[in-house]
C-alpha cells in the first residue's frame, strides 16, 4: 500500500513491481492493467480521483523507466477513493493493483 496521500513508490513497494515486470517477460501473451485507488476518508471525491490515477501512473513509470517494459503492454485505470477492500483496513485501499489480461481483449 501506498503511504498516505503519496504516490511515490518505495524500495519495498518497488520489489513487487520488478515481480510484475519479470511477469510481463515471460508471458509475451499478456498486457498489464494497473488500476489505482485511495481510501475513501482520507480526501475529497475529486482529490482521490487524482491521486489514484498518480498511483497507476507511478508504477507504469517505473516498469516502463526501470525495468525496460514496452508502454504498449501496459493500461492504467483508476478508480478513486474506495471503501476498505481488504481486511477492514484503509491502508490497503492505497494502492495499485496488477492484473494480466490477454492481447486479444
Known amino acids: ?9 518505495t524500495d519495498i513497494q518497488m520489489k513487487n513491481v520488478a515481480e510484475v515486470a519479470k511477469y510481463i517477460e515471460e508471458h ?9 485507488y485511495a481510501d475513501v476518508k482520507t480526501a475529497y471525491p475529486e482529490y ?3 491521486l489514484s490515477k498518480r498511483r497507476a501512473e507511478s508504477v507504469r513509470d517505473a516498469l516502463v523507466k526501470k525495468f525496460k517494459v514496452d508502454p504498449s503492454r501496459l493500461r492504467i485505470d483508476y478508480k478513486g477513493g474506495v ?4 481486511y477492514d483496513d484503509p491502508r490497503l485501499s492505497r494502492a495499485a493493483i496488477t492484473r494480466a489480461v490477454s492481447v486479444v481483449e
Not at 1 to 9: E, H, K, L, V, W
Open 1 to 9: 500500500s501506498f503511504i498516505i496521500d503519496r504516490s511515490s513508490i
Open 48 to 50: 482521490n480521483m487524482k
Open 28 to 36: 509475451p501473451d499478456v498486457n498489464i492493467v494497473i488500476t489505482g
Open 83 to 86: 471503501d476498505n477492500m481488504y
